[in-house]
């Protein structure tokens, strides 16, 4: 079923590669050694394939990606009589960031695509630009060309290097979390009031701070486990623990009369 969707999906670019009037440009990045790579493939008819790659020390795959849509857009919205661009990437959290109109850590790159939707959109009101979004774990045939491309180069830093604000930050939230997790291994209270939130597939979900924490989210698909994890949160349940904490005028030694304090 996967395959013939993608079959679909080629045969669909393809076609609309084959149209003078639409470019369509495949987005991609990747990160090692703290070096980014991102580069980006535009397809138009009767044009060779057009690469654009870059690399940079100390930035966030988020801001390489903005970068990488910034780049293909550009030479996108230059190339005569083009009149519908078609954006593909499996970061679309990341293109939605060009439409937020709140304050956020991307907006010099936000502002620069802007401008050149603005001024794409003002050469001609019917122009016309999509983005689409594909998952990169299925191993789409357009995609991992760019996906080769994009892990294919290898570079070295060369130091001083500055960082970007928000690779700051990630650095700061991976020693936060990492020495959250060092403090709890060592905790007496790890075995106290602890619930394992568990994905569809049943492994840990781990703390992370990307694309704002995946963990809240798992709440939703379950009430039960929604309301189990809001008690083990907020340490909420009707027993002595409880009243101890908010109600302490209130009894909260266990009614069996062996513990001093009711707890689960």
Known sequence: MIKSVFQQLDNMVIE???????????TDASIKNDITMFISHMHISNCPLTRTIHHMVFITSTEAELFAIRCGINQASTKKDISKIIVVTDS???AKK????SSHLYQIHVVAILNEIQEFFVNNQNNLIEFWEYSSQLNWNLHKVVDK??????????FPCKMSWDFSRKIECDDVIKNWKM?????????????????????????????????LEKFGHLNS????????????APIGEYRLRFLPNE??????????????
């Not at 609309?16 to 495949?26: M, N």
């Not at 491309?149 to 060369?158: E, H, L, T």
């Not at 009894?251 to 689960?264: A, D, L, V």
């Open 225 to 236: 486990l929604c309301a189990h994890a809001t008690r083990a949160i907020t340490n909420y």
């Open 251 to 264: 009894e909260f030694k266990c009614s069996c009369g062996e513990y001093p304090i009711e707890s689960r």
């Open 183 to 215: 403090t709890f291994q060592a905790s007496d209270l790890k075995e106290s009031q602890f619930l394992d939130l568990l994905d569809d597939y049943f492994n840990n979900i781990k703390s992370s701070y990307i694309k704002r924490g995946p963990w």
């Open 149 to 158: 491309d994009s892990k294919a180069f290898n570079s070295s830093s060369v």
């Open 16 to 26: 609309l590669s084959l149209s003078l009037f639409t470019a369509i440009v495949i």
């Open 92 to 94: 679309i959290h990341t």
């Open 98 to 101: 060009i439409f937020d109109p």
